[in-house]
């Protein structure tokens, strides 16, 4: 048994066995390794972002990390990007990175690179394995890292040599002790400014507590005593549809959001962040709390927010009896020209139980948000780290972990120019994820942000920057050419049949919706 042979037993027996994976030279050991080691499914991705993206998704539906498998520091370049978005959202990620053989170092080779110093920003736990004999038990301690509380991004560094020379065996994978469960105090913190000053506090959640279970307990406390309940901007997952707690979010636009927050003296956090604006701009304000609000933090990210929640909820003396009746916007399928309301009504009335929506449409798509309460039940995924990119790859993974769930993902053309090359990997395993292509032909997030900044107004070489509408980006051929069927809508109702027909038939879907 040589190292990688060693590493990927140790993975399968750990509970690793997806690797999404991009390999090179260096890593042919470790793909030959998984001809002879049953139990682990290998899904190639033709850019390493589409590989890291995926492994995000995975983590967000299934719990439990998937690995990656790299390509020395360039190929874990490439993957970064969806590596921050992973970080943001706290999902766990085991990326193994092959690298040139030890004593290959020290010609510099073309692809030789500081492969640490490219790890450490978007990880938590990095370490290059120094021999054949450390491999498994270096590959036990990043799956331990991979499955923490709060989980991390653990990349493991194979050197050639390492991979090939004969190594020991299997490592078992011995799991840190688990931080608390939740602080006691805090929620009894929080029960005291509630009861006080309900009407003034805002109780501000993600993480588990977008769960179904999490809501529903978070509704009882807002009925009980007049509390709003809001998320962030964007989660890594909320619990979304009919007879779900329907919640705002923060708004993006700071002159949406101040408004909104301004007359709460108390905010609780419940894994949830201070909200803060995106971006700086000129005479607007970083922190959207208001002057004097006070901040409270009832859970930390990984800590349990359910049972703080259900503790607060008993403290509180808060029953299904103090739930006040939502009122949900009217579904009805859209006729007509397409613009965001049609869209967003479409969209809502296909989406089928138990449905995973993954969400980068950015701009065309804040509005569709709302509609989904009265949706059928599904999961709602975001954006936490803003590099685009995001969602193809993100529907991936999911599609892997979940597939007996029907994924829709939702991605502005600009966007989903980063990582077209996902609908390949979705045609090749056959993944039951639509893909909704809003081709508005321009980067309309930048032409709103070029006005926030207090940039002027936009001559043609700016414009020339932010719009994509030369030459047209042709979406459904693109995705004919990846093994992918397609169609383009100009109308509602050519929008709903397209649709209805996406749901109806397993396998991977493009729709392009020219705006």
């Given at each position: ?460 070489r700016a414009l020339d920057m932010l ?8 979406f459904v051929a693109l995705a004919r ?35």
């Open positions: 048994m040589n190292g990688a042979e060693s590493l990927v037993r140790t993975l399968v027996a750990g509970g690793v066995d997806v690797c999404f994976t991009n390999p090179g030279t260096s890593e042919m050991h470790f793909v030959a390794a998984l001809d002879r080691v049953p139990g682990m499914r290998c899904v190639l991705g033709l850019f390493e972002g589409v590989v890291t993206g995926a492994a995000d998704g995975y983590f967000r539906m299934k719990g439990t990390p998937a690995s990656t498998l790299l390509h020395l520091g360039p190929g874990l370049a490439n993957g970064l990007a969806n590596l921050h978005n992973a970080k943001k959202a706290h999902s766990g990620i085991v990326n193994i990175v092959g690298q040139h053989a030890g004593y290959h170092i020290g010609y510099n080779a073309p692809l030789t690179s500081d492969i640490e110093g490219l790890a450490r920003p978007m990880s938590a736990w990095v370490r290059t394995s120094p021999d054949a004999r450390s491999v498994a038990a270096d590959g036990a301690a990043a799956i331990a890292a991979a499955k923490s509380s709060p989980p991390q991004i653990a990349t493991l560094i194979l050197p050639a040599d390492t991979a090939w020379n004969e190594a020991d065996g299997v490592a078992e994978v011995q799991l840190e002790r688990q931080r608390p469960s939740y602080s006691p105090q805090a929620v009894e913190t929080a029960a005291r400014i509630l009861r006080a000053d309900g009407e003034h506090t805002l109780l501000l959640i993600t993480g588990a507590a977008l769960t179904a279970e999490g809501l529903a307990l978070a509704q009882r406390v807002a009925g009980k005593t007049g509390c709003r309940v809001m998320g962030q901007t964007y989660h890594p997952r909320m619990a979304r549809g009919a007879g779900r707690y329907s919640i705002d979010r923060i708004p993006y636009v700071i002159e949406q959001a101040l408004p909104i927050l301004k007359d709460f003296r108390h905010i609780v956090l419940v894994e949830a962040n201070d909200p803060v604006a995106f971006f700086a701009y000129p005479n607007k304000p970083s922190l959207l709390k208001p002057e004097g609000c006070e901040v409270h933090r009832m859970t930390a990210w990984g800590e349990n927010s359910v049972a703080a929640l259900e503790a607060l909820s008993g403290a509180l003396h808060a029953t299904v009896h103090d739930v006040k009746p939502q009122k949900l916007q009217e579904l009805n399928k859209p006729t007509g020209a397409l613009n965001h309301a049609s869209i967003a009504q479409a969209i809502a009335c296909a989406i089928p139980e138990n449905a995973i929506v993954v969400d980068e449409s950015i701009t065309t798509g804040r509005g569709f948000f709302p509609p989904t309460a009265a949706a059928k039940p599904h999961d709602w995924l975001q954006n936490m780290g803003g590099s685009i990119g995001f969602s193809t790859p993100v529907a991936t993974g999911a599609a892997v972990a979940c597939p007996d769930r029907k994924v829709f993902c939702m991605v502005g053309d600009g966007s989903a120019m980063y990582t077209i090359q996902s609908l390949w990997t979705q045609a090749r395993e056959n993944l039951d994820v639509v893909t909704i292509v809003f081709a508005n032909r321009i980067y309309q997030i930048l032409r709103g942000e070029f006005d926030g900044v207090g940039a002027g107004e936009p001559g043609q719009k994509i509408d030369r030459p047209t980006i042709d050419g990846m093994g992918v069927p397609g169609r383009a809508v100009t109308t509602a109702d050519e929008f709903n049949a397209a649709l209805a027909e996406a749901v109806a038939e397993p396998g991977p879907r493009l729709i392009e919706v020219q705006m």
